[in-house]
């Protein structure tokens, strides 16, 4: 063959058009894949910085809250400092997740904290570039991308609770009917009147049912109420996100309130603490704070019966004892209004918001005892004659306003009166007029307690799991009113 009919042949083989056109195509699919690898570097680099921008808007929020905890005690307005805390925080925490992906930063990273109320918001922005590999051929030099992350914290607030406590003489019932049937088999006061056995454990001199109770590991209402306190102390102290988040003082009352453990942060641990000077016994089930039940000595203030008690400087002193022989509701309002020395919205120590947790039956007694005379003075005859106030009623739900006008929240926990199935004429028909007070305490109670924190219980179980709930419901309201 000629070298024409060789030319010839070789312009008509399809294989040689193939390659040709292979080789052309090799180019963009080699470029393609080339930026794909270098999106795929970008991407992670990405994914790096976005973590570190996380990372830094947490750090923000924590470190301000932190900040703002620690300074508010004596720095009545600690936001700027917290906010420029935060910012440098943020900074340095995004720095330290960058690693070597901050070399792709085109500045520093912006840096935004906000507070506003109880609410801190950070937000934290980032621009960055790397080189590119392959797309250089495409002209392409560096490859962009940016991102962020933002964060947003409710703080939590300073919460003051005041634990109004009533010790007086109907606290001395048992805790559980098995405890009445207990106490009455073997109580021998006023065998006269209660043939089959008084259920209630008098206190008072002469009297043997307290010390009854006690020698056969009776409960009492008033340790049920004793025991939930304890308890709740562990609650509060293992719900505390700020040092010193929860404050508690408990202020028993017969005719006036006084300080048992005055306002402290010592919830639980040496034996100045709450739990301390309550001293619940799981194994009797009874506790110090028992001894307060009304004993008849006029002249007791509540901080004599607590070894350990220890005067916050910022709380009036008593200078009325607790008294004895009634319930003088009328009294106890204002004597936990004087101290409360202010009201705050709970978004620093150095301004708390308070919580009154009022604990009763809400019988009303305006009798007292004298002890110096032994007389009974405010006891009215039964019926009441007209135009006279009956000495045992119901409480008068206006008396807790004096807290509610100051936006203290008053929380109610009602432990029902017993109604008596014989009520006897003793003590100036006491029972009679008890029975015509008990279809007006609910009502009076709730009207009380602030809206929705009245409560209602009446078993051991059910008075631990009501100031729990309580506690629950003050520390919820307090977050959702900013």
């Known amino acids: 063959m000629s070298h024409f009919g060789k030319i010839a042949g070789f312009t008509r083989d399809d294989k040689g058009g193939v390659a040709i056109i292979m080789g052309l195509a090799v180019i963009p699919l080699v470029l393609a894949s080339g930026l794909a690898a270098d999106y795929a570097i970008v991407q992670a680099a990405k994914s790096r910085l976005d973590a570190s921008a996380d990372a830094a808007a947490l750090a923000a929020i924590k470190t301000a809250q932190t900040t703002i905890a620690e300074l508010s005690a004596t720095n009545p307005n600690p936001r700027p400092q917290a906010i420029a805390a935060a910012m440098s925080q943020a900074e340095k925490s995004f720095y330290a997740q960058a690693g070597k992906r901050a070399a792709d930063l085109l500045g520093k990273p912006a840096i935004d904290v906000q507070i506003k109320g109880q609410e801190v918001t950070a937000n934290v922005a980032y621009n960055a570039a790397m080189p590119s590999n392959f797309g250089r051929i495409a002209g392409v030099k560096l490859m962009n991308y940016n991102g962020g992350a933002g964060a947003q914290l409710t703080m939590a607030k300073f919460l003051d609770f005041y634990l109004l406590l009533d010790v007086s003489g109907s606290m001395g019932l048992p805790s559980t009917p098995a405890g009445e049937a207990a106490l009455a088999a073997k109580n021998p006061d006023d065998l006269a009147q209660y043939p089959t056995g008084c259920r209630f454990a008098c206190h008072f001199a002469g009297s043997q049912g307290y010390n009854v109770s006690r020698a056969n590991n009776i409960q009492l209402r008033i340790d049920a109420v004793g025991a939930a306190v304890a308890q709740l102390m562990e609650k509060a102290k293992d719900t505390a996100t700020l040092t010193k988040q929860y404050r508690v003082g408990v202020y028993p009352f017969v005719t006036h309130a006084n300080a048992f453990v005055d306002l402290t942060d010592n919830l ?78 709970g978004s620093g120590a150095s301004r708390p918001q308070p919580f009154v947790f009022f604990v009763s039956d809400g019988m009303q007694n305006s009798q007292s005892f004298v002890s110096a005379t032994g007389t009974w003075p405010g ?57 015509d007070a008990v279809p007006n305490l609910s009502g009076a109670m709730r009207a009380c307690a602030s809206p929705n924190f009245y409560f209602m219980a009446d078993t051991p179980e059910g008075i631990a799991d009501a100031m729990k709930k309580m506690f629950e419901q003050a520390v919820q309201s307090a977050r959702l009113t900013q």
């Not at 509610?404 to 014989?422: D, Q, W």
Request: glycine share 6%; aromatic share 8%.
């Open 268 to 345: 639980r641990g040496d034996q100045y603490s709450v739990e301390s000077a309550i001293n619940y016994d799981p194994a009797t089930r009874t506790t110090d704070f028992g001894r307060l039940l009304d004993a008849g000595k006029d002249w007791v203030f509540a901080r004599d019966l607590n070894p350990n008690y220890k005067a916050n400087p910022n709380i009036p002193a008593d200078v009325t004892p607790m008294g004895a022989g009634g319930s003088h509701i009328h009294n106890i309002f204002q004597d936990i209004n004087v101290k409360i020395p202010s009201v705050g919205d």
């Open 379 to 435: 006891v009215t005859p039964y019926p009441t004659p007209p135009g006279q106030t009956v000495s045992i009623r119901a409480m008068d739900p206006t008396l807790c306003n004096v807290l509610k006008a100051r936006g203290i929240t008053v929380s109610v926990l009602e432990i029902p009166y017993p109604t008596f199935t014989n009520p006897k004429p003793f003590a100036a028909a006491q029972e009679f007029k008890a029975n």
